[in-house]
Nanobody
Framework: QVQLVESGGGLVQAGGSLRLSCAAS????????MDWYRQAPGKQRELVAG???????NYADSVKGRFTISRDNAKNMVYLQMNSLKPGNRANYYC??????????????WGEGSQVTVSS
C-alpha cells in the first residue's frame, strides 16, 4: 500500500505564491515519475507539471515560467512552487506517483488533493 500526503494549499491573493508538498510512503521499490495534476470546478483533471527520476521536467504551457516542480529522492517527496498565481489557477491539486512496488510491478497512486484558491 502506498500513501501520498499533500500539504501547502490554501487561499492566496492574485500575484502571490504557494508551495505544495507531497510525501510518498509505503511499499515502493523505485519511483519513476512524480506529477502534479489539477482539477478546476466543472473541468477535467489536467497535468500541471511532472518530473522523472532523472530530474527531467515538463509543464503545462499555462504555468511555464511561473510554476516549478522539484523532488527530494531521499525523502520521496515532490514539491510544486507556484508563483504569480492567478484566479484561474484555482483548483484542487493532486499529486500522482508512478512507481514500481516491492514486487517490481508498475503502479500508480494519487493523493486526495489540496485546494488552492486565488482571490482577485
Amino acid at each position: 500500500q502506498v500513501q501520498l500526503v499533500e500539504s501547502g494549499g490554501g487561499l492566496v491573493q492574485a500575484g502571490g505564491s504557494l508551495r505544495l508538498s507531497c510525501a510518498a510512503s509505503g511499499s515502493i521499490l523505485s519511483i519513476n515519475s512524480m506529477d502534479w495534476y489539477r482539477q478546476a470546478p466543472g473541468k477535467q483533471r489536467e497535468l500541471v507539471a511532472g518530473i522523472t527520476s532523472g530530474g527531467d521536467t515538463n509543464y503545462a504551457d499555462s504555468v511555464k515560467g511561473r510554476f516549478t516542480i522539484s523532488r527530494d529522492n531521499a525523502k520521496n517527496m515532490v514539491y510544486l512552487q507556484m508563483n504569480s498565481l492567478k484566479p484561474g489557477n484555482r483548483a484542487n491539486y493532486y499529486c500522482r506517483l508512478g512507481f514500481r512496488d516491492r514486487w517490481g510491478s508498475r503502479s500508480e497512486s494519487w493523493g486526495e488533493g489540496s485546494q488552492v484558491t486565488v482571490s482577485s
